[in-house]
């Protein structure tokens, strides 16, 4: 059973940072490929970032590459998600994301498990 918690949501003014966190509940964590999505209000959920199972290899939206950072402690099984220069597009509910890793690198946006979400709401 996989189960993901994420934390670390809020209300930021524009320009402001924020980290989120996200606590899996994973058998060998480090078997995992780990993401970052979000879902504004009427719109689909989008793919935010992704990363491998051991921090090796890396995947971005282009609206977030150079503000936004994925990252992982293995060792604490957890994702983190550190956002800044944040801006009011990207206001959202932000969901973690797991799938098993075949291979050293990602390959693809594709994942299997879900949380549920957090909220990030960055005011102008």
């Known amino acids: 059973q996989v189960q993901l918690v994420e934390s670390g949501g809020g209300l930021v003014q524009a320009g402001g940072s924020l980290r989120l966190s996200c606590a899996a509940s994973i058998r060998a964590f480090n078997n995992y490929n780990m993401g970052w999505f979000r879902q504004a209000p009427g719109k689909e959920r989008e793919f935010v970032a992704a990363?491998?199972?051991?921090?090796?290899?890396?995947d971005y939206a282009d609206s977030v590459k150079g503000r936004f950072t994925i990252s992982r402690d293995n060792a604490k099984n957890t994702v983190y998600l550190q956002m800044n220069n944040l801006k009011p597009e990207d206001t959202a509910v932000y969901y973690c994301?797991?799938?098993?890793?075949?291979?050293?690198?990602?390959?693809?946006?594709?994942?299997?498990?879900w949380g549920q979400g957090t909220q990030v709401t960055v005011s102008s």
């Open positions: 990363l491998n199972w051991n921090g090796g290899d890396t």
């Open positions: 994301a797991s799938v098993r890793a075949t291979s050293y690198r990602l390959t693809g946006r594709e994942f299997e498990f």
